[in-house]
């Protein structure tokens, strides 16, 4: 697998597998309907450092993204987001592309790393907590999961 810096031509094939993603409502807390438009502002934002994972037919399996949480005398805390194209799960992709982010925030000059809210029942929570996050708070039931009623949203933390 190749993770390599995401381009502007790689939106059309991050698309589907985003839209897939947020449209389902399990995992980010971002609105399910949420346009092309706005979903490329939001995800190759300038401001976030992007990156692919192609597989080795050169299908992009995966995306993430790594910026900084906060602003002014913080903005050493980084921020970042993971999606894996749900019919290329299970294959490490998730764990390649966060042991990158991981690598390059660090390289970035970032002293850790917050995500601020995991949905609970996220599968990516183990992945999380095995690479060294540890669950700071629980925000309880603030996330109303399509199949699981309210659930919490985890803030998630890592020093790099």
């Keep these: 697998m190749l993770i390599r810096q995401a381009a502007a031509g790689d939106w059309p094939r991050i698309w589907?597998?985003?839209?897939?993603?947020?449209s389902a409502g399990e995992t980010y807390t971002w609105d399910p309907d949420t346009?092309?438009?706005a979903a490329r502002a939001l995800w190759m934002s300038p401001a976030k450092r992007v990156f692919v994972a192609e597989d080795d037919t050169g299908t992009i399996v995966g995306s993430a993204y790594v910026t900084p949480n906060?602003?002014?005398p913080a903005s050493d805390i980084a921020n970042a987001a993971f999606m894996v194209d749900p019919d290329h799960a299970g294959r490490g992709?998730?764990?390649a592309l966060a042991e990158h982010i991981l690598t390059a925030a660090k390289a970035e000059g970032?002293?850790?790393m917050v995500f601020n809210a995991v949905v609970e029942t996220?599968?990516?929570v183990r992945l999380w907590t095995s690479l060294g996050?540890?669950?700071l708070g629980t925000v309880p039931e603030a996330y109303e999961h399509p199949r699981f009623g309210r659930v919490g949203l985890h803030v998630m933390y890592k020093a790099l």
């Design 35 to 37: 346009t092309e438009e």
């Design 122 to 124: 996220n599968p990516a």
């Design 133 to 135: 996050f540890t669950v």
């Design 93 to 95: 992709v998730g764990r």
């Design 110 to 112: 970032y002293r850790a």
């Design 70 to 72: 906060y602003g002014g």
């Design 16 to 22: 589907p597998f985003w839209h897939r993603i947020v």
